[in-house]
């Protein structure tokens, strides 16, 4: 009996590790799958939507790694040419019509992406699903009647994250990111993340809209429709420059 608890306690030890490594392949292959191994070219349209009003836009998007990614937006009028640049740790932002390129300090990734209910780090991806947070693998629940993991993220001892932790449920047949909520660091929601109108692009099986949801702001809601998406092909790193986001088009 004095050796049935060294076992028991392995036992479980071992299988929490499984469940922690599991956990953490499936964010990992949810992850590719929506951005690619190496990198990843996006066309999107954004629609900020308010009880009263509403504004679309449009933008590219690349990306390299976790490391490296531009994005641009291309309309309305007033707004082409405005561009967020990330580089590792660092991040500038191009405002043409001040001719002006602003360093974005840590602080700022919580704030709005341009009015809309993402935000920064949400578009700009400066912090990592993968390895900026620990993963617990919840269980299993249906989302609009498909098969999900419910995974718990909460942010490691030596990330700088914006939420305290995250609730995603990803589908267990394609690895597809269903749904999303991100609590702040004391447990309250505050936003809802939805993926929507599953179908191919780029060669891949996908959600190709998301809408961000707050919690406490009804009749608000953000939307992403994915219109050209195209994966691990070859982007110089010459596009991940100040000069080039200052020209890109």
Same mark, same amino acid.
Do not use: C, F, H
């Given at each position: 009996m004095k050796n049935l608890f060294p076992f028991l306690f392995s036992l479980l030890f071992i299988s929490a590790t499984l469940l922690a490594q599991d956990a953490t392949e499936i964010i990992k292959k949810a992850d590719e799958k929506m951005h690619g191994v190496n990198s990843s070219y996006t066309e999107m349209k954004m629609t900020i939507?308010?009880?009263?009003? %509403?504004?679309?836009?449009?933008?590219?998007?690349?990306?390299?790694?976790?490391? +490296?990614?531009?994005?641009?937006?291309?309309?309305?009028?007033?707004? %082409?040419?405005?561009? +967020?640049?990330?580089? %590792?740790? !660092?991040?500038?932002?191009?405002?043409?019509?001040? *001719?002006?390129?602003?360093?974005?300090?840590?602080?700022?990734?919580?704030?709005?992406?341009?009015g809309s209910d993402f935000t920064n780090d949400d578009l700009v991806r400066q912090s990592s699903m993968v390895n900026d947070y620990t993963h617990k693998l919840l269980g299993s629940e249906t989302i609009e009647g498909r098969d999900c993991h419910k995974i718990e993220l909460t942010p490691t001892d030596n990330s700088s994250v914006v939420w305290g932790k995250l609730i995603m449920w990803v589908d %267990?047949? !394609? +690895?597809?990111?269903?749904?999303? !909520? +991100?609590?702040? !660091? *004391? *447990?309250?929601?505050?936003?809802?993340m939805l993926g929507k109108n599953l179908k191919t692009i780029g060669g891949r099986f996908l959600a190709t809209v998301t809408e961000i949801i707050p919690a406490d702001e009804p009749g608000h809601k953000t939307r992403i429709e994915q219109v050209k998406m195209e994966f691990d092909k070859t982007i110089s790193d010459d596009i991940f420059s100040i000069q080039y986001m200052k020209r890109a088009r």
């Open positions: 939507i308010r009880p009263t009003w %509403k504004r679309e836009m449009t933008m590219k998007t690349w990306s390299k790694g976790d490391d +490296y990614s531009l994005i641009l937006v291309t309309g309305p009028a007033r707004d %082409k040419g405005i561009a +967020y640049l990330k580089r %590792k740790n !660092e991040m500038w932002n191009w405002q043409p019509t001040i *001719d002006r390129v602003v360093k974005m300090p840590p602080s700022m990734m919580t704030q709005s992406w341009m %267990k047949a !394609e +690895y597809i990111n269903l749904k999303v !909520e +991100y609590y702040d !660091e *004391d *447990d309250y929601l505050v936003n809802t």
